[in-house]
Every structure is written in structure tokens, then in C-alpha cells.
């Protein structure tokens, strides 16, 4: 059997992440990604890059599908192919949520490349996270 959550059930769960990544960032690793938000970077992840979301980080939820408001792009702080990326509370120390990074629809974030160079600005035009009903 499978279950299947209400909409307002849906919708109340992303509004918590929604409002847990208000001013808050996301950063683009790369490296093996950790299990969980929770666990540590490991020794091969390298920060490439931190954007910042706005406050509030989400103009919209509608059925659970969260529609970033355009984050601020961040200069590339190393050389280095983009595998991971985390979302970060305002506190820059709270791990939210996790995802891969991909040119594809395969990935949670889709950048059209993965081969990130330092001094380049990475700018993320169009972010949506789906809270599955």
C-alpha cells in the first residue's frame, strides 16, 4: 500500500523549509556526497561556490512545489567539478536539505555545466523543490 499525504498536509511541510531557508544559502561542493543533511563535509568535498537565497527564499508553494525567489549569485571560490550542493539555514551552519547536481533533469540542481573555475560568477536563475505528496 502506499499512502498518500492531503495537499495542506504537503503544503504545511514546505512552508517549514520554505521558512527555514529565508536569507539562508545554498553551496556547491564537490566530492562524494555525505548520506544526510546531518552528516559532516568528507575529506574530498570542496566548497565551489555559495549563493544566497532571499528573505523570504520562496515566493510560492502550491502543492508542495516551492518556487525559489532568484538567489543572489556567488563568485567561485575554487576549481572544481559540482557533484553536491547543500541549503543552509540563515546561520550558515544548519544543514536543510541536500541534492545532486547535474546538466540533466537527473539532478536536483540542473546547471549547464558542472566544471566550476574560480572568479566565475555561478548564478541560479530558476530553483523549485517539490515536497512529494
Not at 525567489?69 to 543552509?88: C, E, K, M, Q
Amino acid at each position: 500500500m502506499t499512502s498518500k499525504l492531503a495537499v495542506a498536509v504537503v503544503d504545511a511541510q514546505a512552508q517549514i523549509i520554505a521558512d527555514a531557508l529565508n536569507g539562508g544559502n545554498m553551496k556547491i561542493y564537490s566530492g562524494s556526497r555525505p548520506l544526510n543533511p546531518e552528516s559532516g563535509l568528507s575529506g574530498d568535498n570542496l566548497l565551489l561556490a555559495t549563493l544566497s537565497f532571499g528573505n523570504p527564499a520562496f515566493a510560492s508553494i502550491v502543492g508542495g512545489v516551492m518556487t525559489a525567489n532568484p538567489l543572489t549569485g556567488g563568485v567561485a571560490t575554487d576549481n572544481g567539478n559540482a557533484t553536491w550542493f547543500r541549503l543552509y539555514k540563515a546561520d550558515n551552519v544548519t544543514a536543510v536539505l541536500d541534492g545532486n547536481c547535474s546538466t540533466t533533469t537527473a539532478g536536483n540542481l540542473q546547471l549547464p555545466t558542472l566544471a566550476i573555475t574560480t572568479g566565475v560568477t555561478i548564478e541560479i536563475t530558476n530553483y523549485v523543490h517539490t515536497v512529494v505528496r
